[in-house]
DNA sequence: CTGGATCCCTCAGGATACTG
DNA sequence: CAGTATCCTGAGGGATCCAG
């Protein structure tokens, strides 16, 4: 309905860490933004090898958001068969960073026996 | 089926930041803990007030996780009626640092003219 | 090789009513 | 006041097949 939608839109414009956390929560999103930072430039097949268990659906629509949202280069080469290579633009590389802080946080919670809750 | 959620909790065992986002990326949760941040202990209905649109269902399950990851602390009260009061831990702190680093750099992205793309 | 198009199913989250 | 108990819907994401 859209007076839901219209509440979850006033949410995510009302608080700028929601509406950035909204790029990165997708399911396999930071995974895939570190993975690009840690190996470089990757192709498609690259990519789904590198990340193992993701579909080539969900693997797509992340590439196209993260694109969308001005995080990743998508550079296509017309051969054939086609290449395509994705890499971190400036802004992508700028959240990364601001993760490898969440993960320095994760990793120091981890060592003290943290764990997140069950969903 | 098992098999799916075995890859998500590997996929989860594997990336420490998606371990630590998987807590965070719910919805009004970031508000959430900023909310408390920012206002300082407050009670349920306070809480349910200061975050429009939120429903006692979700806003219980919220608290609940957060109290669970060790995020904040429920303090109650045995009175009639009851009084029940959520802050911050140590922790909830620390994560709270954290998230004022995504905020700075989303207000930032923000003034730039950066938007989210559509879901 | 790099996806697009479908089908299907689970589950997060909204609305509402009720209780100690 | 501070929740619990249901019901319901939509979106996220997996599996599979097809295409340029």
Redesign the interface.
């Known amino acids: 309905m859209k007076a839901e939608r219209a ?2 839109e ?3 414009n ?12 997708g ?2 999103t ?2 895939l933004l ?1 993975v690009l930072h840690e190996n470089g430039p990757q192709r498609f097949g690259a990519l789904q090898r590198l990340v193992p ?1 993701i579909s080539t659906k969900v693997l797509t629509e992340r590439l196209r ?1 993260l694109e ?3 995080l990743l280069d998508r550079e296509q080469a017309a051969t054939i068969p086609p290449q395509v290579t994705y890499s971190l633009t400036e ?1 992508g590389l ?2 990364r960073v ?2 490898n ?3 320095e ?3 120091r ?2 060592a003290e026996g ?1 764990r ?2 069950a ?1």
Do not use: F, I, T
């Not at 009302?14 to 929560?25: G, H, M, N, T, Y």
């Open positions: 509440l979850h006033k949410n995510l009302c608080c700028p860490v929601e509406r950035l956390l909204s790029v990165v929560s399911q396999w930071a995974y570190w268990g958001m969308a949202a001005g802004r700028e959240l601001l993760m802080g969440l993960g946080v994760a990793r919670w981890d943290w997140p809750p969903r």
